[in-house]
């Protein structure tokens, strides 16, 4: 694509709601200006005695991940899900790159309105929602829902009768998913046709089919399972009458790793093409979270404490399994690799290039010994004052992560950069 594309993009970036006004530093595309550039934030810091941890987001690989979307789905919309990671930044870049939300609470809805995205590119992606809730999103127009329960049907009957609906169905497959829904949500085969018959008695209109194979799916072939099992429930609401259907959302469960996103793509492709080529008018809509907020995020931390056994090192940085690391927890197929930023020991050679290395155990700021975030990494010896740096940061990072200790997760700073492709 040409420079003037990319310019436009860039724009648009600069522009967007959550990013205008602030700071976004420019950046050539290769790890040495990141590293630059967290080198000059954190001898900022220092500066004033802060060694509080930090994030970069670059919002040139945003851009990028769009792009790849873009090329590789071209018929599916995607609605970025806001559980994975609600910055503002990244939800006004992803508003104005053409994404669309999937949100799951009040607050989340709130948080997409407050940039100034209209209520007809949210979805309440939720299919058991607090009643509240449910008043909240009919005042302020969130017209598009998923449900998987009588029970469902009839809150959103007393409190939203207006709203579309997209019957939630249970993915036969979950992909081999890190973090699988089918226990928690989806309806199942034998459930489907009296939920639809449930819908169409108290005259609620359902207007297509939703799945969800699971956050952080392990094979692509899921995809394909879900969508010809979703095809069957359109054919069923045609045998019972009902309005033609014509939305089918594919869920989430994407990945960033280009290898497992060509094979996805391409199966999403092809059970599209062999199981709705016969329907004119379906719009297709997605919810893919990791895959958009993973890669951009590089998180900073500050080691605090140090001891040394024999040739074991073993280290305390201010961010943890209970903050933003609580991926080691909760996301168990996630791994966690850091490198080192000796800014306080290593001033000439930070990155500790061609330096000998120890067997380190990193530990997190709390007292808990789960709180341990790497065991037998090799890093080279590293003193109190130097800092760790973890890449592809920004999926149920954060979000997830909590005060316990007294350790905020939620005032974790973010600063913004952009890398451009062409650099």
């Given at each position: 694509m040409g420079s003037s594309y990319h310019r436009k993009l860039q724009h648009l970036i600069l522009n967007a709601p959550g990013v205008k006004g602030m700071k976004v530093t420019p950046l050539s595309r290769d790890d040495l200006r990141l590293t630059d550039l967290m080198q000059s934030i954190i001898f900022k810091a220092q500066e004033e005695d802060i060694k509080e941890p930090f994030y970069v987001l670059d919002l040139g690989v945003l851009v990028s991940s769009m792009d790849n979307w873009t090329r590789a789905l071209p018929m599916v919309q995607p609605f970025y899900a806001v559980k994975c990671n609600p910055e503002p930044a990244l939800l006004g870049s992803l508003a104005v790159l053409g994404s669309n939300f999937d949100c799951a609470s009040r607050a989340e809805i709130e948080s997409v309105l407050s940039l100034g995205v209209s209520p007809n590119r949210i979805i309440f992606a939720h299919p058991c929602k607090v009643e509240s809730h449910i008043k909240y999103a009919a005042r302020v127009g969130v017209n598009l829902t998923t449900f998987d329960s009588r029970d469902e049907l009839e809150k959103i009957r007393r409190w939203h009768p207006?709203?579309?609906?997209?019957?939630?169905?249970?993915?036969?497959?979950?992909?081999?998913?890190?973090?699988?829904?089918?226990?928690?949500?989806?309806?199942?085969?034998?459930?489907?046709?009296?939920?639809?018959?449930?819908?169409?008695?108290?005259?609620?209109?359902?207007?297509?089919?939703?799945?969800?194979?699971?956050?952080?799916?392990?094979?692509?072939?899921?995809?394909?399972?879900?969508?010809?099992?979703?095809?069957?429930?359109?054919?069923?609401?045609?045998?019972?009458?009902?309005?033609?259907?014509?939305?089918?959302?594919?869920?989430?469960?994407?990945?960033?790793?280009?290898?497992?996103?060509?094979?996805?793509?391409?199966?999403?492709?092809?059970?599209?093409?062999?199981?709705?080529?016969?329907?004119?008018?379906?719009?297709?809509?997605?919810?893919?979270?990791?895959?958009?907020?993973?890669?951009?995020?590089?998180l900073a931390t500050n080691i605090f404490g140090r001891r040394v056994r024999v040739e074991l090192r073993e280290y305390w940085c201010n961010d943890g399994v209970y903050g933003s690391l609580n991926c080691i927890l909760n996301d168990p197929g996630f791994t966690v690799t850091c490198s080192p930023l000796a800014c306080k020991s290593n001033h000439a050679n930070p990155t500790c290039k061609g330096a000998g290395t120890y067997k380190s155990t990193v530990f997190g700021p709390t007292c808990c010994a789960l709180d341990t975030i790497l065991r037998a990494h090799m890093l080279p010896e590293l003193q109190v004052g130097d800092w760790l740096v973890f890449p592809n940061m920004g999926a149920y990072t954060a979000a997830l992560g909590t005060s316990f200790n007294g350790f905020n997760t939620g005032v974790i700073k973010t600063y913004l950069a952009y890398s451009n492709p062409e650099s």
């Open positions: 207006k709203c579309a609906l997209l019957i939630r169905i249970k993915a036969p497959d979950d992909g081999g998913a890190r973090t699988p829904l089918g226990t928690k949500y989806g309806a199942l085969p034998e459930e489907v046709e009296p939920l639809l018959e449930a819908a169409k008695a108290a005259s609620l209109d359902v207007i297509g089919v939703s799945f969800h194979i699971g956050s952080g799916a392990g094979h692509a072939r899921a995809y394909g399972a879900a969508i010809a099992e979703a095809k069957t429930v359109f054919d069923a609401a045609t045998r019972l009458g009902m309005p033609e259907m014509r939305v089918l959302n594919i869920g989430g469960g994407f990945t960033p790793a280009s290898q497992m996103f060509d094979h996805t793509t391409t199966t999403i492709r092809e059970a599209i093409e062999a199981h709705f080529s016969n329907k004119s008018g379906i719009k297709v809509i997605a919810e893919p979270g990791r895959y958009f907020a993973e890669p951009g995020f590089t």
